[in-house]
């Protein structure tokens, strides 16, 4: 009869699972499918989706595998957690490297097929223990006799029990299979986070070096759909093995009897050997503290069990075999900044590279090592620093209180005028020092001077701040230290941009009175949330006609820009635990840039407050300046840039050129964020032929002298 209740059981759940797995997967291929539809009747997604690496319009998503425990009948909750992990980081392993294969695919089987297969196997294993006809018929002869002679027995046990013991320990049972089944779902979401394959890094690190670390990323997480199928396996499975063990109690009273009695006859003895143990326990940690000043301690984190990743640019660079030193930069109005450094500590050729908005360091090394301007420096003999800006969420600052308006509360300014002369200050104060142990002839010769030469790359929104800190430095009559400028599609100039831009000038400058109190930046606030749309990213991946619709909308957003907007939502610096913000004070010193016309500096608002900021009652405007710009200077514009355009760069490039800088101009066939996001060799070779053009100065410097 047992026999008979598993096999029904295991039929039915296996039934269950295959047609809510079936029943999701269609789900997934319908919204695929619509926004495939959608895809292809919007205008000009040719263009937009140009370029973009892996893009296919069938679905690449996989529901959980049934594992292999299966074949054998085996029915472990927790072994069939883990056993999903090992199979789904397996299935993702094989899709990343058979990438680029067009048709090449594999793809696993579905559960439907996996369900049959899992049958003929228990039925195989089965064969030799079939009972014979005569069997069959005298157990059901005889079966309701023997079912309602054990039923009629369980009951009377049922009573004897519950009279005989308190009732005080009725509401422990609820309260027994609670904690049981959630210790069941605990342990197993811990397993299927932390266990790894131990071939994975092996099979990563015989990847090809221009692969993207995009798709490595969205590769090493599960997005939400695979998340739904999860729950779902693990609802099904602790439902199930709840009503196996339920039946199995009522159908052999006598065994739940002894049990239920053994379980609430020692509660009270367990419970002080539980204290003891408890006792020993720590005992025995204190005593280990003693002993070993460095005890070992175990750390988990939460984002494994959830699988999102949450690398850092210390890991990327890390893991890929490059030094790395992390400095900690304090600005004169209490901010901490994070410099993140690859480290040459004898070299005299030094480059600072500095991000653009809602990026970080992540941004220079996102691309491994063949494709990343970061490690391409150093490969060339540089001392490359990464420096970030203020505003991830994590809000470090020196006064730990810091409200959320108060910490936001800075504009483009601040960048050009705190972030980066505190950072670069930082770098002379490190490469003076470690110069003057390693090198100390090269130091004296210098008298003072500096005795390293330090270019800055910057991008986008770093390209404004590094202009802005120069002419600001010569106005004060102090040293800016650098040697040479790369731009790659730095902002200052707006005026030439699209209809949804010019809709959102007036409206910030409409809102900002009240919404600069209410929203002081635009950033998402909640662990939950930004660890959702780090999952979104990865099903975004998976489902590419949806993932194409959502870039095809977002390049309409930014006027068709044709950057991989999708693919950047996968790097690691968007992540659950911080992500880039921007400051509402920014947004509207872009807004009053893109108004004027012109390149100034932040208007307060009223005259007295820009007479106290600047001496006068304007913001300063920095394109009459321009002519203290005493470094040559490189600008470089994509053809395919629709955020900053190229006649917006050529601005720069004229007033920089009529006001006698040593200026050149340079164009891409680029988008915005390709710049730093994409792989592309040519733009790589031309920033460091700019680069070396120091070192040939400098030596020229040297055969004159």
């Not at 620093?385 to 203020?390: A, K, Y």
């Not at 929203?519 to 006609?545: E, V």
């Not at 095809?552 to 991989?564: A, F, H, I, P, Q």
Request: a positive charge.
């Amino acid at each position: 009869m047992q026999r008979l209740v598993d096999n029904v059981l295991a039929v039915t759940k296996e039934s269950v699972k295959t047609f809510t797995y079936e029943s999701l997967n269609n789900i997934v291929r319908l919204i695929n499918g619509v926004s495939a539809l959608l895809l292809a009747l919007l205008p000009g997604k040719a263009t937009i989706l140009e370029g973009i690496h892996g893009w296919e319009l069938r679905p690449t998503f996989r529901g959980p595998r049934f594992p292999r425990w299966m074949e054998n009948g085996v029915s472990s909750f927790n072994q069939f957690i883990h056993e999903l992990s090992v199979d789904s980081d397996t299935s993702n392993l094989e899709h990343s490297s058979g990438e680029g294969d067009g048709d090449q695919y594999e793809y696993s089987a579905s559960p439907s097929y996996q369900s049959s297969r899992v049958n003929r196997a228990n039925f195989t294993k089965h064969n030799k223990q079939r009972m014979t006809w005569i069997q069959y018929f005298l157990f059901w002869v005889f079966f309701p006799l023997k079912f309602l002679r054990r039923l009629v027995l369980f009951w009377i046990r049922c009573v004897i029990f519950w009279v005989c013991f308190p009732v005080k320990i009725l509401p422990q049972i609820p309260f027994r299979l609670f904690r049981f089944f959630f210790s069941m779902v605990s342990k197993a979401l811990s397993t299927s986070g932390n266990r790894r394959p131990a071939r994975s890094y092996s099979n990563k690190s015989m990847q090809s070096l221009k692969d993207y670390i995009i798709h490595r990323t969205t590769d090493r997480r599960r997005g939400v759909i695979e998340d739904l199928h999860l729950a779902i396996e693990i609802f099904i499975e602790g439902v199930f093995d709840v009503v196996h063990k339920a039946v199995h109690l009522l159908l052999s009273p006598s065994e739940s009897f002894r049990t239920l009695f053994g379980l609430f006859s020692s509660h009270e003895s367990r419970a002080n050997d539980d204290h003891a143990t408890l006792v020993d326990a720590s005992v025995s940690t204190s005593t280990h503290v003693k002993n070993d000043p460095k005890p070992t301690v175990r750390n988990t984190s939460f984002y494994q069990s959830l699988n999102t990743d949450a690398r850092t640019c210390q890991d990327v660079i890390t893991e890929l075999g490059y030094p790395y030193e992390a400095i900690r930069v304090i600005t004169s109005d209490g901010y901490v900044l994070l410099l993140e450094r690859i480290p040459r500590r004898d070299a005299r050729q030094a480059v600072y590279l500095q991000h653009g908005i809602l990026d970080s360091s992540m941004g220079w090394v996102s691309n491994g090592v063949v494709g990343s301007p970061a490690f391409a420096a150093y490969d060339q003999g540089y001392d490359v620093f990464l420096g970030n800006f203020r505003g991830l969420v994590s809000r470090e600052h020196v006064n730990k209180n810091i409200s959320s308006y108060q910490y936001w509360r800075y504009s483009i300014n601040e960048h050009g005028t705190k972030d980066i002369p505190a950072m670069i200050e930082k770098i002379h104060q490190v490469k003076t020092a470690e110069l003057s142990i390693s090198q100390p002839d090269i130091v004296e010769e210098s008298n003072g001077n500096q005795p390293y030469k330090l270019c800055a790359i910057c991008h986008s929104l770093g390209g404004a701040a590094s202009i802005m800190y120069i002419i600001t430095r010569r106005i004060k009559e102090k040293p800016h230290r650098l040697s040479r400028l790369v731009l790659l599609s730095p902002a200052g100039f707006h005026d030439d941009s699209n209809l949804v831009f010019c809709v959102l000038e007036q409206l910030l400058f409409l809102v900002a009175p009240i919404l600069s109190h209410v929203l002081p930046a635009f950033y998402i606030p909640t662990r939950f949330f930004r660890m959702l749309l780090n999952k979104l990213a990865r099903d975004l991946h998976n489902l590419p006609a949806v993932g194409g619709l959502v870039q095809t909308l977002m390049s309409y957003v930014v006027g068709g820009d044709s950057s991989n907007w999708v693919g950047v939502l996968g790097l690691p610096h968007y992540n659950m635990n911080d992500m880039p913000g921007v400051s509402f004070r920014v947004a509207l010193h872009l807004a009053q840039m893109k108004h004027a016309g012109r390149f100034r500096m932040f208007d307060h608002g009223n005259a007295s407050a820009n007479m106290e900021a600047y001496g006068s009652p304007e913001p300063l405007d920095l394109g009459e300046f321009y002519q203290l710009i005493d470094i040559p200077v490189d600008l470089v514009a994509g053809q395919k840039d629709r955020v900053i355009r190229p006649s917006m760069v050529k601005r720069h490039y004229l007033f920089m050129h009529d006001s006698g800088v040593d200026v050149s101009y340079n164009e891409f066939e680029y988008a915005h964020l390709d710049f730093t996001f994409s792989h592309h060799e040519e733009l790589l070779s031309y920033v460091m032929s700019r680069l070396l053009r120091v070192k040939s100065n400098s030596k020229k410097e040297k055969k004159t002298e």
